[in-house]
């Protein structure tokens, strides 16, 4: 299939209710480590990384169930306890280089302003931190690839905010700042982020540019998923999706919140200087995991799937998806099987022999940018976006 086709979503979903109930009694055995249990991959559980804050990604097979990820099988990540929010007395603010300083309600929110859609893959930038090598002893949340899921995010395109508020000439970036509260070494502070103001304000024909989400799926947003009110920022990492957010800043510069002026960096010694020195992480790196594997019922041919996901560049998709069994020496064609959407992901799958089983693959992706996976991440201390060859072994 080339990088422009696509089915339809209710061939797609008929195909994806076909492979659902063997896909869920599978056991990803070589995708384990030996700090996990058996009964953690039961079919709609989770796996619990970290218990406070809570942050947990669902076993690899129930990622392919659907294309839109259901809200209970998609990844949790927080930095500290989810808030306590009072819906009725909610308010949202947009202050700084505004000519007209906001303060809405949810309510007056949903009632100024058209409601949009966008459909967006958000993926934590530590997502398959595990495995850079473990001499390395990278801290941080210890992902697998699973922190990351597609959704349908609806709400108030935060152009049309914006353009309400009267932004000043001197603008250049956009603050974000959540409800929730962390408390790093006696010091309590919120989550926040910032994007630059050309990223907020540019829509394309499937994305109204960042989104200010108050559903997810076509339901009201769940609290473990920021409600009443989070950031959408389709292309970029999820820390740039803030949750639960309370007030939108206007600057000319980029906000000195600890996650955007200390952390989410690719830094590799962490001097003062050289975080400094160094940008945030803003868009999401060019990826592709294998998630699930399966014979046949001759028991004659091994059937490979798994998602790949393109760079966050404005109108990337996956143009291609490789599989090899010999460590990269050759490489096979897998198909594209899913929708293809501008930041979202796309499903594959490949069909080897049955000989395959027992064998290592290795996956890689390019998407229609010309960028290629390369075949081994460089070190970060945070040990963020890994995206070298994803590597599986074949056990059935």
Same mark, same amino acid.
């Given at each position: 299939?080339?990088?422009?086709?696509?089915?339809?979503?209710?061939?797609?979903?008929q195909?994806?209710?076909?492979?659902m109930?063997?896909?869920?009694?599978?056991?990803?055995?070589?995708?384990?480590?030996?700090?996990?249990k058996?009964?953690?991959?039961?079919?709609g559980?989770?796996i619990?990384?970290?218990?406070?804050?809570?942050?947990a990604?669902?076993?690899?097979?129930?990622?392919?169930?659907?294309?839109?990820?259901?809200?209970?099988?998609?990844?949790?990540?927080?930095h500290?306890?989810?808030?306590?929010?009072?819906?009725?007395?909610?308010?949202?603010?947009?202050?700084?280089?505004?000519?007209?300083? /906001?303060?809405?309600?949810l309510?007056?929110?949903k009632?100024?302003?058209?409601?949009?859609?966008?459909?967006?893959?958000?993926t934590?930038?530590?997502?398959?931190?595990?495995e850079?090598?473990?001499?390395?002893?990278?801290?941080?949340?210890?992902?697998?690839?699973?922190?990351?899921g597609?959704?349908?995010?609806?709400?108030?395109?935060?152009?049309?905010?914006?353009?309400?508020?009267g $932004?000043?000439?001197?603008?250049?970036?956009?603050?974000?700042?959540? /409800?929730?509260?962390?408390?790093e070494?006696?010091?309590?502070?919120s989550?926040?982020?910032?994007?630059?103001?050309?990223?907020? /304000?540019?829509?394309?024909?499937?994305?109204?540019?960042?989104?200010l989400?108050?559903?997810?799926?076509?339901?009201?947003?769940?609290?473990?998923?920021?409600?009443?009110l989070r950031?959408?920022?389709?292309?970029?990492?999820?820390?740039?999706?803030?949750?639960?957010?309370?007030?939108?800043t206007?600057?000319?510069?980029?906000?000195?919140?600890?996650?955007?002026?200390? $952390?989410?960096?690719?830094?590799?010694?962490?001097?003062?200087?050289?975080?400094?020195?160094?940008?945030p992480?803003?868009?999401?790196?060019?990826?592709?995991?294998?998630?699930?594997?399966?014979?046949?019922?001759?028991?004659?041919?091994?059937?490979?799937?798994?998602?790949?996901?393109?760079?966050g560049?404005?109108?990337?998709?996956?143009?291609?998806?490789?599989?090899?069994?010999d460590?990269?020496?050759?490489?096979?064609?897998?198909r594209?099987?899913?929708?293809q959407r501008?930041?979202?992901?796309?499903?594959?799958?490949?069909?080897?022999?049955?000989?395959? $089983?027992?064998?290592s693959l290795?996956?890689?992706?390019?998407?229609?940018?010309?960028?290629i996976?390369?075949?081994?991440?460089?070190?970060?201390l945070?040990?963020?976006?890994?995206?070298?060859?994803h590597?599986?072994?074949l056990?059935?």
């Open positions: 299939m080339q990088a422009h086709q696509s089915i339809s979503r209710r061939v797609w979903l195909q994806s209710a076909v492979g109930t063997a896909a869920l009694a599978m056991k990803p055995t070589s995708l384990l480590r030996g700090d996990e058996a009964a953690d991959l039961q079919a559980k989770l619990v990384r970290q218990e406070k804050p809570f942050n990604e669902p076993p690899l097979p129930a990622l392919l169930d659907h294309w839109l990820t259901d809200n209970e099988t998609f990844f949790h990540r927080s500290g306890s989810v808030p306590a929010v009072d819906v009725e007395n909610y308010r949202l603010t947009v202050e700084g280089l505004v000519d007209r300083p /906001l303060s809405l309600s309510a007056e929110l009632s100024m302003f058209p409601t949009v859609t966008a459909t967006a893959t958000i934590c930038a530590g997502n398959r931190r595990r850079f090598p473990p001499e390395k002893k990278i801290g941080g949340v210890q992902w697998d690839a699973g922190a990351i597609n959704a349908e995010w609806g709400g108030v395109a935060l152009a049309e905010v914006l353009k309400h508020a $932004v000043k000439p001197e603008a250049k970036h956009v603050w974000f700042d959540g /409800l929730d509260e962390i408390t070494k006696d010091h309590t502070f989550f926040g982020a910032s994007i630059p103001l050309e990223k907020a /304000l540019s829509a394309s024909r499937f994305t109204p540019g960042a989104l989400a108050h559903t997810m799926n076509r339901q009201p947003l769940p609290k473990d998923h920021g409600a009443p950031g959408i920022v389709p292309g970029y990492i999820g820390a740039r999706s803030v949750k639960w957010l309370g007030k939108i206007i600057s000319d510069r980029p906000s000195p919140n600890h996650y955007v002026a200390d $952390v989410y960096k690719l830094v590799t010694k962490g001097t003062p200087e050289e975080v400094e020195a160094t940008s992480i803003y868009t999401h790196a060019l990826n592709s995991v294998s998630c699930r594997w399966k014979l046949d019922s001759t028991k004659t041919c091994l059937t490979v799937s798994g998602f790949a996901l393109p760079s560049q404005v109108d990337g998709l996956i143009q291609r998806v490789e599989c090899s069994l460590d990269g020496r050759t490489w096979t064609t897998a594209l099987i899913s929708p501008e930041f979202c992901w796309a499903f594959w799958d490949v069909t080897f022999p049955a000989s395959a $089983v027992g064998k290795l996956v890689k992706a390019t998407d229609s940018h010309g960028e996976q390369p075949r081994e991440m460089p070190y970060n945070k040990g963020y976006q890994y995206n070298g060859w590597q599986v072994s056990n059935v």
